[in-house]
């Protein structure tokens, strides 16, 4: 198949890059389009995959613009400007973005606005410094209009397709590099022709230089999408939308002392805020990992800390130094009041037990439950009158607590001897009562 494109296709480039008629040129561009448009065309009928059609109406729309230009432009009907033309053309810029859109995996809102934030932001960059010299002189409002949505459109399409290669981390895959070098050379190709037709360059309407169109359809028309599994989040810095955003500041300012095109300034603008809803995303998402990890150090029944926080509490106790105070405590009576009252009336006493045992600590340590009936405290060690507080504290309807304490780092240096120590000490305080 790419044998009978390129067979097809480079007579066509080679006799558009010669001929300097502007009807016969964009005929020829038009031909090789129809070519591109039938291998997609194929392809989609084929694999039917939503990025495929996308990609396939956006070559197709492009291909129609082409064939009404060749019509207006052979029979010298081109006297007005926008034409139905134009409006194809641009009406391939959405169906190329969804096409672009639907090749990434769903990674959530985080990952899309940081594509999005740095393709508007290249985009303002990009418009702030060509739309001036873009500006075709002659034209009425309405095709002012138009020739800046080109450039828009052109600079939009390249910024998301990078952003996209970003975003789906795939730079390597065949797919990508295909679709990137097609979308660079269509969408870049019309920024060159819209310099030539604002006058920056001295060039004739019919230009070698727009083969550069034909290459670029048949690069999206060998493109085989296929529309990826969702893949799990991964953590990713926000260096992508942090520069964008200064980019679109960066035009911000620029404005306030020189005037730059509206595009450039509306581009920016959007860029900011979905830089600023970014931010808020990245904050709830900051908050939702604190809860989650708050919860995942926890315990659900009596709400202190678990054994893994004990852990992790007991590595940073050893870090700063001696002279910590470990205590745990295991209760006297709370079996015989489980099988009295029942497992009800025993989980609310211990709900009870965590509150008061975080109250007796409060602002001197913390405290955990270590499962069952077993409880323990860290405290500074400056706050030794915590402990009795803390086993007071274990004290109701006939429970009372056993402990065991141990100083960190004078007679224990690591958390495993710590906790082994006050266990057995525990044990031999409940032995003796």
């Not at 009807?23 to 291998?39: E, G, K, N, S, Y």
């Not at 080109?150 to 399409?157: E, H, K, N, Q, R």
């Not at 990890?293 to 893994?308: C, Y």
Request: hydrophobic fraction near 55%.
């Amino acid at each position: 198949m790419l044998a009978l494109l390129a067979c097809v296709t480079v007579p066509l480039m080679l006799a558009a890059a010669l001929t300097t008629d502007p009807a016969r040129h964009q005929t020829l561009i038009t031909a090789a389009a129809l070519v591109a448009t039938l291998v997609a065309g194929q392809s989609a009928h084929r694999v039917r995959s939503p990025a495929q059609l996308a990609l396939f109406a956006g070559i197709a729309l492009w291909t129609a613009g082409s064939t009404v230009s060749s019509v207006l432009l052979l029979t010298d009907s081109y006297t007005a400007y926008p034409t139905l033309a134009e409006w194809l053309w641009l009406s391939s810029y959405p169906a190329f973005w969804i096409a672009v859109m639907l090749m990434i995996p769903r990674w959530g809102a985080g990952h899309w606005l940081d594509g999005v934030v740095a393709c508007l932001g290249v985009a303002a960059a990009a418009a702030a410094v060509l739309m001036p010299k873009l500006t075709t002189t002659g034209l009425p409002p309405l095709g002012t209009a138009v020739a800046g949505a080109f450039a828009i459109g052109d600079l939009l399409l390249i910024g998301f397709t990078f952003a996209a290669l970003v975003i789906a981390r795939r730079p390597a895959s065949t797919e990508w590099r295909r679709l990137a070098f097609g979308i660079l050379l269509l969408a870049g190709t019309d920024l060159l022709f819209a310099l030539r037709m604002a006058g920056m360059a001295d060039v004739a309407f019919a230009s070698w230089m727009d083969i550069g169109w034909i290459f670029g359809l048949v690069a999206l028309a060998v493109v085989r999408p296929r529309c990826p599994r969702a893949e799990p989040a991964v953590s990713r810095q926000p260096l992508t939308p942090v520069l964008a955003s200064a980019a679109a500041l960066v035009v911000l300012v620029v404005d306030h002392y020189h005037r730059v095109a509206d595009g450039a300034l509306w581009l920016a603008v959007a860029a900011l805020a979905l830089g600023v809803a970014r931010t808020v995303d990245a904050a709830r998402a900051s908050g939702r990992l604190a809860e989650a990890e708050r919860l995942a150090l926890t315990d659900d029944l009596t709400r202190v800390g678990n054994r893994r926080r004990l852990f992790r509490d007991l590595g940073d106790a050893f870090e700063r130094g001696a002279g910590a105070h470990l205590a745990l405590f295991d209760l006297n009576g709370f079996k015989a009041l489980n099988d009295s009252q029942g497992h009800a009336a025993g989980d609310a006493l211990l709900a009870e037990f965590g509150l008061r045992l975080r109250e007796a600590v409060a602002g001197v340590g913390s405290a955990y439950r270590l499962g069952g009936d077993e409880f323990c405290v860290l405290v500074d060690a400056n706050a030794q009158d915590a402990l009795a507080r803390a086993s007071a504290a274990l004290r109701s309807d006939g429970v009372t607590a056993s402990t065991g304490a141990v100083v960190l780092g004078i007679e224990a240096s690591s958390p495993t001897q710590a906790l082994r120590l006050a266990d057995a000490r525990m044990y031999a305080d409940k032995t003796r009562n």
